[in-house]
């Protein structure tokens, strides 16, 4: 019993000297000798005991403010959260009343617009068709003025005429002549000329008429249709010829209609070159200055024969113009 109780105390104080890092005891003989060892080991805990407490109530206190602490910062963090929630509810209405009223906006301008551009089409449609009486308008009124013009150059009296070229041979037993001025001179076949003979005081004097029957380059024959003196004072070469329905220097203008010639002789890029050739405009659109509208096959399916028809074009056929050019 005793030797039991003596190894129960040895392995305590063995205990506590590990658990002070001490080397373990002897073993004791005598119960009584372990006895002399109790108290500085008994202070020795004591101490640690109170240093382990106050470390512990330290530690006590450094995690109850460190608690204290986190739910501070917890509490400010879902405050904050809280507001910066409310922020973004606050933001996300702001921007779902813009887009309301950013397409209530855009509505209102698409309408405005549509409103605007049907009111703009209506009097673009109210410009043009003003635009198109008076061009309609005016293009009546050059056509007054061309056949006003046309009259007046008819009432010419001779005396104010100007020569326009002049016969250079005459065949009296023919009743025909030859004058100098041809296709180069822009003539074509029916002009009737007036002839004269200036002379003293500067009067000219009246001696008949002819007609252009047949055109060459530079040249053209004429047929004698009246002759004032035929015995007299018959006409002759070197007479003077004027019509007032004949300007050399007036550039004609040839506009084609239609789909393509009936002649299979030549092409159209052919007739335009020989029409340039004779110093004829060839142009794509007709107008008012427009001097004749060339007739191909389906020219009045064309916009050119309405504006030439409404314009008082004069209309030349294919085979008028196989003659005007000499084939």
Request: aromatic share 8%; charged share 30%; glycine share 6%.
């Amino acid at each position: 019993m005793k030797s039991t109780h003596l190894s129960s105390v040895l392995s305590s104080i063995n205990q506590a000297n590990k658990d002070l890092n001490r080397k373990p005891h002897p073993e004791f003989a005598n119960l009584l000798d372990p006895y002399s060892q109790f108290p500085g080991i008994f202070k020795e805990y004591q101490g640690i005991r109170d240093e382990a407490i106050a470390e512990r109530d330290t530690a006590d206190k450094t995690f109850t403010a460190a608690i204290a602490s986190r739910e501070e910062t917890i509490k400010t963090i879902t405050k904050d959260l809280q507001e910066q929630r409310a922020q973004v509810a606050e933001a996300q209405q702001q921007y779902e009343d813009c887009q309301s009223t950013r397409l209530t906006v855009v509505d209102r301008l698409k309408q405005e617009f549509e409103d605007k551009e049907e009111e703009w089409t209506e009097k673009e449609l109210s410009s043009n068709r003003q635009l198109q009486r008076k061009d309609s308008e005016i293009s009546t009124l050059h056509i007054l003025v061309k056949k006003l013009q046309s009259k007046d150059r008819q009432l010419l009296t001779l005396a104010d005429a100007h020569p326009d070229g002049k016969l250079v041979h005459v065949s009296n037993d023919l009743g025909k002549g030859w004058v100098n001025i041809g296709r180069k001179n822009h003539l074509k076949n029916g002009l009737i000329f007036r002839v004269y003979r200036p002379s003293k005081g500067g009067k000219k004097l009246f001696k008949g008429r002819v007609e252009v029957r047949q055109v060459d380059e530079l040249s053209a024959e004429v047929r004698v249709i009246e002759e004032v003196e035929p015995l007299r004072n018959p006409i002759a070469a070197g007479d003077l010829i004027t019509s007032p329905f004949y300007d050399q220097k007036e550039e004609p203008i040839f506009v084609f209609a239609g789909t393509k010639l009936s002649s299979q002789e030549m092409t159209e890029d052919f007739l335009r070159a020989k029409l340039t050739g004779y110093g004829v405009l060839v142009k794509g659109n007709v107008d008012i200055n427009t001097s004749y509208l060339v007739a191909l096959e389906d020219y009045e399916k064309t916009t050119e024969f309405k504006v030439a028809e409404r314009l008082g074009v004069p209309i030349l056929r294919e085979k008028e113009l196989m003659e005007f050019i000499g084939y």
